[in-house]
């Protein structure tokens, strides 16, 4: 019991807490959400409201300890101790959790359920949360600029440009381990806001890595289980390629040379809709389509409003056939509207929009 002890009468401490829109309230908790969203330092900075003495916290990426032992050993030291709340982050199920004690569980496995615990989702920082972080006394066309470059990665709002990219590349190593998913992943960066099909791109790939189609969809899997890529499907065309995105847009920067600002940028408004955790799909002729508030949005940056509009013009019919009254077209920096055969388009700035939503 060395290492619990050691662990016990020592935990981590909470420094430099920056608020979320999410908190912990209680215990019996799972955390949930990608590396580097912010699990731990809301994990805690909970533990911090608590007794001394009172809870017992263990990392499981902890190298100094062993799996095995933990699990033996676990339960009697709780039961030996007056600990009152068991806290594992980065957890496994590999490990033998104590029956009788309340627990606060992290893990970057979004699939993963327990049934004595609610699920608290921690993402990355939207836009509003990244202002927070950087602490940055800029217009918010500047802070937009920031936020584009550096991503959603807490660490990564707070960082200067030149470690930036070490620190992405960096983590997402930590995060998939095996230099294959490495590759596979940098080769579905590539396509970012662009629809793929998971067996052209087999097709693609197979003369030049050893790879099985079975291996690149349980990669697929796992990526989407990590919290690292969302895949949206063709509204009304299930069987069709999907758009990829990435939870955090700056990865694609970080992971090859090809610089896309109007892909990124689509992504960039991909996750501010994350937040909203409801149903997103993409049409022929509108980025993203919310069937739920039949919402229609469209990423169009750098085109004068006159120029929107007249686009908007020619999409009247594909918007009432989806039953959306507005389109809402972000862009960077310009402004205006119209409307069309009782169809109203709203062109707004993405920090506007982000910031009201």
């Given at each position: 019991?060395?290492?619990?002890?050691?662990?016990?009468?020592?935990?981590?401490?909470?420094?430099?807490?920056?608020?979320?829109?999410?908190?912990?309230?209680?215990?019996?908790?799972?955390?949930?959400?990608?590396?580097?969203?912010?699990?731990?330092?809301?994990?805690?900075?909970?533990?911090?409201?608590?007794?001394?003495?009172?809870?017992?916290?263990?990392?499981?990426?902890?190298?100094?300890?062993?799996?095995?032992?933990?699990?033996?050993?676990?339960?009697?030291?709780?039961?030996?101790?007056?600990?009152?709340?068991?806290?594992?982050?980065?957890?496994?199920?590999?490990?033998?959790?104590?029956?009788?004690?309340?627990?606060?569980?992290?893990?970057?496995?979004?699939?993963?359920?327990?049934?004595?615990?609610?699920?608290?989702?921690?993402?990355?920082?939207?836009?509003?949360?990244?202002?927070?972080?950087?602490?940055?006394?800029?217009?918010?066309?500047?802070?937009?600029?920031?936020?584009?470059?550096?991503?959603?990665?807490?660490?990564?709002?707070?960082?200067?440009?030149?470690?930036?990219?070490?620190?992405?590349?960096?983590?997402?190593?930590?995060?998939?381990?095996?230099?294959?998913?490495?590759?596979?992943?940098?080769?579905?960066?590539?396509?970012?806001?662009?629809p793929l099909s998971l067996h052209h791109?087999?097709?693609?790939?197979?003369?030049?890595?050893?790879?099985?189609?079975?291996?690149?969809?349980?990669?697929?899997?796992?990526?989407?289980?990590?919290?690292?890529?969302?895949?949206?499907?063709?509204?009304?065309?299930?069987?069709t390629p999907k758009k990829v995105y990435?939870?955090?847009?700056?990865?694609?920067?970080?992971?090859?040379?090809?610089?896309?600002?109007?892909?990124?940028?689509?992504?960039?408004?991909?996750?501010?809709?994350?937040?909203?955790?409801?149903?997103?799909?993409?049409?022929?002729?509108?980025?993203?389509?919310?069937?739920?508030?039949?919402?229609?949005?469209a990423c169009i940056p750098f085109l004068?409003?006159?120029?929107?509009?007249?686009?908007?013009?020619?999409?009247?019919?594909?918007?009432?056939?989806?039953?959306?009254?507005?389109?809402?077209?972000?862009?960077?920096?310009?402004?205006?509207?119209?409307?069309?055969?009782?169809?109203?388009?709203?062109?707004?700035?993405?920090?506007?929009?982000?910031?009201?939503?």
């Open positions: 019991m060395d290492a619990l002890e050691a662990l016990y009468e020592k935990p981590p401490v909470s420094h430099h807490f920056h608020d979320r829109k999410v908190s912990i309230s209680r215990a019996n908790t799972l955390l949930l959400g990608p590396r580097g969203s912010g699990k731990t330092a809301l994990m805690l900075e909970y533990l911090s409201t608590l007794e001394a003495g009172s809870f017992l916290y263990v990392d499981l990426h902890d190298l100094r300890l062993n799996l095995s032992t933990l699990s033996s050993s676990l339960e009697a030291f709780c039961h030996h101790y007056p600990i009152t709340l068991l806290a594992v982050d980065n957890y496994s199920p590999a490990l033998s959790l104590p029956e009788h004690v309340p627990l606060l569980l992290s893990t970057t496995d979004t699939t993963l359920r327990h049934k004595k615990l609610e699920v608290l989702w921690v993402d990355m920082l939207d836009f509003e949360e990244f202002i927070a972080f950087s602490k940055r006394t800029l217009s918010s066309e500047h802070l937009f600029n920031l936020y584009a470059n550096h991503g959603r990665s807490p660490v990564s709002a707070m960082q200067e440009e030149t470690p930036l990219l070490h620190h992405l590349q960096t983590t997402l190593k930590l995060e998939l381990e095996e230099e294959q998913l490495v590759a596979l992943f940098i080769k579905l960066a590539l396509f970012q806001s662009r791109l087999y097709t693609t790939l197979k003369p030049t890595m050893k790879l099985s189609k079975d291996t690149l969809y349980s990669a697929s899997a796992l990526f989407q289980a990590r919290g690292l890529l969302h895949l949206v499907p063709k509204y009304d065309a299930p069987k990435f939870n955090d847009f700056a990865l694609k920067n970080a992971l090859t040379f090809e610089k896309d600002f109007l892909r990124r940028f689509e992504n960039i408004v991909f996750c501010e809709l994350i937040k909203r955790r409801t149903e997103v799909f993409y049409t022929p002729r509108v980025d993203f389509y919310l069937p739920q508030t039949k919402e229609a949005l004068p409003p006159e120029l929107i509009l007249r686009r908007f013009s020619g999409m009247i019919s594909h918007l009432k056939e989806l039953g959306a009254h507005t389109l809402t077209v972000l862009s960077v920096g310009n402004e205006g509207g119209g409307e069309k055969e009782g169809v109203r388009c709203e062109i707004l700035p993405f920090w506007e929009w982000a910031l009201q939503n």
